[in-house]
């Protein structure tokens, strides 16, 4: 007798998708001081754009960061002609007075658009008690500049997942500037540059620490599967992403798959389909992957709490080709292509 039946077989698909959309903002809203807002026609060009995106997308649950008011999220994936029971940006909602005010405030916030059953989100700014830092020129950093969005889901076959999507600190310089906005400090000198780049790596090293809490909050001796995505700001192996994902850790120790996270890509199950066009930006000519879809061990192949696998990665990212247009938007989107087994019974 076979002590060890082979898994149930891979029934069903769960599509994912990570989406930066570039200052997603309602037509006449100032987000930026220094930005104008947009008019009529590029609201109209930037919604149309962003829902023909999510129409070739067509995942099942989509995170989306740089959105500034939730009315124009709902308007741009209604573009798409999809159906989605659930879209919300936390923080970007726009219930102000008069009717259709509001929206973020500062900084934009995160988004998700799901068919699945939405049981919990949230988005909470402050980080785990003794992990906030002193920045250098900027004092105690205890918050998230964009708070993460942690929502709960529920297939129909009733696979509860967690999904979080995150906006990690870019590495543009922090240079110290007043509330208007003007510069403090001499933005030409390397010096200053070098002690602002600095800013930004603390900034966005805390964070990840902080989601990295989180993470393990959620998956320490749990077996529903999580999927962190969104825009890391930084490449899948570097330090502050595997401060997150803690994928290194497993080599030494198999123990460690319970709190680790596994970037998609790397694990997908056609080999073949890992090509070179898996970049998701271009700075200064450069391609380089900043979003990214990571997913804990029950998705993992080699996993004996396997629920699934990953099927497939691909990557949106041939606007990014077309030149700057910010009716467009700066980052190539991200799909990951799940399967999941029928469940024993």
Same mark, same amino acid.
């Given at each position: ?255 460690? $798959?319970? %709190?680790?996270? &596994? #970037?998609?890509?790397?694990?997908? *199950? ?5 090509? =070179?066009?898996? +970049? ?30 990953? $099927?497939? %990665?691909?990557? &949106? #990212?041939?606007?990014?080709?077309? *030149? ?5 938007? =700066?980052?190539? +989107? ?12």
């Amino acid at each position: 007798m076979n002590a060890n039946p082979p898994p149930p077989p891979l029934t069903s698909t769960l599509t994912l998708a990570t989406c930066n959309l570039l200052n997603l903002a309602l037509p006449g809203r100032v987000f930026y001081a220094n930005q104008d807002p947009f008019s009529a026609t590029e609201y109209q060009r930037k919604t149309q754009w962003i829902g023909e995106r999510l129409r070739a997308l067509n995942a099942d649950v989509i995170g989306f960061q740089e959105v500034w008011d939730e009315a124009a999220l709902r308007t741009a994936v209604a573009a798409s002609g999809l159906r989605y029971p659930t879209v919300l940006a936390l923080g970007a909602e726009n219930t102000g007075t008069p009717p259709g005010q509001g929206g973020a405030e500062g900084t934009p916030r995160l988004g998700l658009a799901t068919r699945l059953k939405l049981e919990s989100a949230q988005a909470d700014a402050e980080f785990p008690p003794g992990l906030a830092v002193e920045v250098p020129g900027l004092g105690l950093h205890s918050r998230f500049e964009r708070p993460p969005l942690h929502a709960v889901l529920s297939t129909k076959a009733g696979l509860r997942l967690q999904v979080m999507v995150v906006h990690l600190k870019s590495k543009r310089p922090k240079f110290l500037q007043d509330e208007q906005g003007r510069p403090t400090e001499d933005r030409d000198d390397p010096k200053v540059a070098a002690l602002a780049t600095l800013r930004s790596l603390i900034l966005r090293g805390v964070e990840c620490a902080a989601l990295r809490h989180r993470v393990v909050d959620v998956l320490h001796r749990s077996r529903e599967p999580l999927i962190v995505m969104g825009d890391f700001n930084d490449a899948p192996h570097s330090v502050t992403t595997q401060l997150v994902a803690a994928t290194s850790e497993v080599a030494y120790d198999r123990q460690a $798959r319970d %709190v680790a996270l &596994f #970037n998609a890509y790397e694990i997908q *199950g056609e080999a073949a389909l890992k090509k =070179d066009v898996a +970049f998701s930006h271009i700075h200064q000519g450069s391609p380089e992957v900043l979003d990214q879809i990571l997913v804990s061990e029950e998705f993992h192949p080699e996993s004996r709490f396997g629920l699934g696998d990953v $099927r497939r %990665v691909d990557y &949106f #990212n041939d606007h990014l080709f077309e *030149g700057r247009d910010r009716t467009r938007s =700066d980052h190539g +989107f991200v799909r990951a292509v799940l399967r999941i087994r029928s469940r024993q019974g």
